[in-house]
Each structure stands twice: as C-alpha cells, then as structure tokens.
C-alpha cells in the first residue's frame, strides 16, 4: 500500500510569506505527527495528533506555526510570518496510533527554504 | 527529559567489517527505543524497537541491537557491512506515556570497498 506522502517536496518563499505543507497519511492510521529537521540534526517533535484533535503540541516552537487535521486524515502544517530560521525539512509521520509503541512510518519530508 | 546521545556524527568502514554504532540515552523512567535509517532522499525507515520485551533486538537488513539498562546504552550492530548499508542512522527515544519520538543528532556511515 501506498506510504505517507508529503507535498510540495520542495517549497522556496520569502521571508514573512504564509506555507501550507500537506501530509497525507497512510490509510486508516489515527495517530499523526510531524517533525523538524535541521541541517546535521536530528528530527525534533513539533505535533501530534490523534484522530482529529491535537493531543500534544508542546513542540510548535511559537504562535506562527499551527497544524489542522479537519477530517481526521490529511493533515496541514501552516506557517505565518516566514523567518530564515523556519528553513528546515517537515517531516511527517504516521501510525496506527492505538500504542505508544506503535511504529512511526515517515514520508520523504518538505524541504523549505526560506529567502 | 528524554535525551540520546550518538558518538560519532560520521563512522567509516570497510565493506565486510563489522559495524557499530553507539547511542547512549537518558531517562528518568523506562524508556522506549528506536533505530531510524535515513537514505538519501529519502524517508527514514526503521530498523527496530525495544518495547520492554527481549533484550536483544533484532532487525532488518541484519542489524541488531542490545539494550543494557545499567549502561544506559542501545547501540546498533551488524557483522558484516554491506556497500547498500551507506546511510545516515538515528537513534531516538520516548519515555511511557508519551508518543514523542526525540532523536540523536545521527550517525552517517559510510562503507569502504
């Protein structure tokens, strides 16, 4: 079956612009997340959702980032007021989510580079 | 707080060789741990899990790693390195309760003909 897809791959804006990265899921997972990675670093947690709601978003790093998943499937991270420092790959993830042990299966992530 | 530390940001060997690569964790209660691999351009994909259960875990592609609670260590090993191993390798941890993943900053390795 198809994996978790990402789009755009890739996503070049200027400074103070508004993103949207979408995530789409694997079918029938409830659990979502998405990360940041930097250069030469690790992902690191931004969100995560179970169904519709967001269960935990301790890791949106201020007000300028928000996430939604309306419908309980798709999932979109919205970035406010771009900064250079947002530039980074969007990771985003999906599981079964019925256990926190349940296995996260990444997409290829969306490259954002802020000008 | 969760934290993984991963020693070596880049680790060399030859094809054939054995491969190690370390991660040390630390948490305030018994953890859960991942090894991720990341091709390039590509997703990152795991390797295997430690729930709690065996020990001893094994993984695809041949790798395998050993949780050892009184050296806080889950390092990632494999007998024989394979030029398709070429990749960067994340180790990361959740504690119980929580569905945070926090990962090392990765180790890439590179494999010698």
């Known amino acids: 079956g198809a994996g978790v897809s990402q789009t755009p791959s890739n996503k070049v804006t200027e400074k103070g612009k508004y993103v949207e990265l979408r995530c789409d899921p694997i079918s029938g997972h409830t659990a979502l997340y998405w990360y940041r990675q930097s250069l030469g670093q690790g992902p690191e947690f931004l969100i995560y959702f179970q169904g519709t709601g967001a269960a935990d978003d301790s890791g949106l790093p201020n007000d300028r980032f928000f996430a939604v998943r309306p419908e309980g499937s798709v999932s979109t991270l919205k970035i406010q007021r771009t900064e250079r420092g947002d530039s980074a790959v969007y990771l985003c993830?999906?599981?079964?989510?019925?256990?926190?042990?349940?296995?996260?299966?990444f997409g290829p992530g969306t490259r954002l580079t802020v000008l | 707080a969760q934290s993984v530390t991963q020693l070596g940001s880049h680790v060399s060997v030859s094809e054939g060789a054995l491969v190690l690569l370390r991660c040390n964790y630390s948490s305030s209660v018994p953890p859960y741990l991942f090894w991720y691999v990341q091709y390039p351009n590509q997703g990152l994909q795991l390797l295997l899990k430690y729930t709690s259960a065996a020990t001893l875990v094994k993984g695809i592609n041949g790798f395998e790693a050993e949780f050892k609670k009184s050296e806080t260590s889950f390092h990632l090993t494999k007998p024989s390195a394979h030029m398709s191993d070429a990749a960067e390798y994340f180790c990361a941890v959740n504690r119980a309760g929580s569905y945070q993943l926090t990962f090392g900053k990765g180790t890439k390795l590179s494999v010698i003909p």
């Open positions: 993830a999906s599981s079964l989510g019925g256990s926190i042990t349940d296995t996260q299966y």
